[in-house]
Structures are given as C-alpha cells and as structure tokens.
C-alpha cells in the first residue's frame, strides 16, 4: 500500500531479520543498509563505499548475498534476511567466526560482516571449498589490514571443523 506524505512516499513492508519477523512503513528510497542499521538498529552491516564495491554491506536475502547499500528497503519486503548478528549459533560463535578470531583474520574489522555473510553462503553450498574457491568468493569484498591470507586460512579451517562435526551454517 503506497501513501503519499507531503514529499516523499512510504510503503509497509514485512521481512525477517535473523529469524525475527519487522512490519514497518519505510520511506521507498531507504535503502536496505540504512534500514537495518537505523531502523531495526542492527549496526553489524557496515556501510563503506555506497556503491556496491567494499562488500562490507553485505548481507544475505533468502541465503543469498546482496549488497545492502544497493538494496532499498522494500526491495526486501516478504524476504528473509540474515545480517552478520544472525551468524552465531544461539549463545556460540558460529565456527567460521571462531576460525577468523583464531586465526588471526580479523584486524580493523570493517570488512568482518560483508566477509562473514559472504563466507557463510560459500560455507552453505560448498562444505569443502579450495583456497582458490574462497578466494574467489571474497573477491568482491575489500579488506584493507590483513591481506586475506588469514581469511582465508579461517574459511578451510572452519569448514574442515563443520564436516568433522557435521555442522553447517
């Protein structure tokens, strides 16, 4: 249902963040980042560049990763979304979060969520990725401080752990 408000117009929508279902009226511009983070005050989607290249907006949208920063909200409306707050496993780190602060993949943590989401859809369709595959699947995500070389290392340890242990994201 549109309403048109003196300049600008708004739309109901329903989603699912991290397993919990929002109705809210969004302005039809707000991007999906902008909502998320002030609207629903999930801040763990970082907002870098605004135009789609850090991937440190990354979230995934019925499992799939998408840019939030190029996602407007009601763009959204009936689909499921996880953001990096949804990744733990109930009170546990999920292992793929575990691996990264073991193996020393993390510095600034800028690019933390956009790499964790990206991660864990790899993590969901290949539970036995090579080094080159990974590296493949954070191409599109920028990091700064570590030279990916622990990021990686975390992802084939992490999935190495989940195949032992029958886990998956």
């Known amino acids: 249902m549109m309403r048109i408000t003196s300049k600008e ?5 329903t989603v699912t963040v991290n397993g919990h279902a929002y109705a809210s009226t969004v302005k039809t511009r707000l991007t999906l980042a902008d909502y998320l983070r002030h609207e629903l005050s999930l801040t763990g ?3 870098g560049c605004e135009h789609g290249v850090c991937g440190a907006c990354t979230v995934l949208v019925d499992g799939i990763s998408a840019r939030a920063c190029l996602m407007l909200a009601v763009q959204a ?5 996880t ?7 109930q009170d546990e780190l999920h292992p793929l979060q575990q691996a990264l602060h ?4 993390l510095q600034c943590g800028f ?4 790499m964790l989401t990206t991660l864990t859809e790899l993590l969901a369709s290949n539970t036995n990725p090579s080094e080159e595959e990974v590296r493949i699947a954070i191409s599109g995500n920028l990091c700064r401080c570590t030279g990916y070389d622990g990021i990686v290392k975390a992802t084939l340890l992490a ?3 989940m195949r032992a242990g029958g886990e998956m994201p």
């Open 77 to 81: 409306d009936g689909h499921d979304i």
């Open 159 to 161: 999935a190495e752990r």
């Open 45 to 47: 989607t970082h907002v």
């Open 83 to 89: 953001t990096v707050e949804g990744i733990a496993l």
């Open 102 to 105: 073991e193996m020393h993949g």
């Open 111 to 114: 690019c933390t969520p956009g």
């Open 9 to 13: 117009q708004t739309r109901d929508i």
